[in-house]
């Protein structure tokens, strides 16, 4: 079983920026694709980016053009460069390879890293 461990969350002003990370104890190149996913208080987990392994990226909406995903298949890390953080991104963020474009996903979550965003 793949472990997660996702980190680089913390406290930051409306407007500011983060980069989380993903360490996977696996190849993410064989993987496949690797996704960022967020869960809010009180609403379920969703999937707001993805990446494939030839580098396609994919966004929700509510974070498009504000969020970057990355890979580095050598490091084994995903990435996700956040700017024009709103109060709303306040969520813990998650890593795991998508089977879909909700929240099913092939591994078992990690712990998250968590993200507020004071207004």
């Known amino acids: 079983q793949v472990q997660l461990v996702e980190s680089g969350g913390g406290l930051v002003q409306a407007g500011g920026s983060l980069t989380l990370s993903c360490a996977a104890s696996?190849?993410?190149?064989?993987?496949?694709?690797m996704g960022w996913y967020r869960q809010a208080p009180g609403k379920q987990r969703a999937l707001v980016a993805f990446?494939?392994?030839?580098?396609?990226?994919n966004y929700a909406d509510s974070v498009k053009g504000r969020f970057t995903i990355s890979r580095d298949d050598a490091k084994n890390t995903v990435y996700l460069q956040m700017n024009t953080l709103k109060f709303d991104d306040t969520a813990v963020y998650y890593c795991?390879?998508?089977?879909?474009?909700?929240?099913?996903?092939?591994?078992?979550w990690g712990q998250g890293t968590q993200v507020t965003v004071s207004s």
């Open positions: 990446i494939t392994r030839s580098f396609s990226t």
């Open positions: 696996e190849s993410i190149f064989g993987i496949g694709t």
């Open positions: 795991n390879s998508p089977l879909d474009a909700g929240s099913t996903s092939r591994f078992n």
